[in-house]
């Protein structure tokens, strides 16, 4: 298993930018892909970006190219989401997942392990 603690979320105004990190600690981190999701209120969690183990390879939600940018450093046990250009519609609960695998996915339920969340909420 990995534990996972999510952090740097908040409130910020439409156009901000905010830097979600995510620190780890248990199994091996460097063997496992990781992921971020999100749930606004009264909508199911979706997918927002994932990494490979290695970091080489990455994915992004179609909403969210250009303005997200998922990063790893397997050094540190950390992963991290960067986020720029941020909209009201941008609001909900990021959570942080790992998965026993080096292969990233877009699918929740591939995921092994959760972080609690960490609420971003962006102003208009």
């Known amino acids: 298993q990995v534990q996972l603690v999510e952090s740097g979320g908040g409130l910020v105004q439409a156009g901000g930018s905010l830097t979600l990190s995510c620190t780890t600690s248990?199994?091996?981190?460097?063997?496992?892909?990781m992921g971020w999701f999100r749930q606004a209120p009264g909508k199911e969690r979706e997918f927002v970006a994932t990494?490979?183990?290695?970091?080489?390879?990455?994915y992004y939600a179609d909403s969210l190219k250009g303005r997200f940018t998922i990063s790893r450093d397997n050094a540190k046990r950390t992963v991290s989401l960067q986020m720029n250009g941020l909209k009201p519609e941008d609001t909900a609960v990021y959570y942080c997942?790992?998965?026993?695998?080096?292969?990233?996915?877009?699918?929740?339920?591939?995921?092994?392990?959760w972080g609690q969340g960490t609420q971003v909420t962006v102003s208009s």
């Open positions: 990494i490979s183990a290695s970091g080489i390879s990455t």
């Open positions: 248990g199994r091996t981190f460097s063997t496992c892909a």
């Open positions: 997942a790992a998965r026993l695998s080096p292969y990233l996915s877009t699918g929740q339920y591939d995921y092994d392990s």
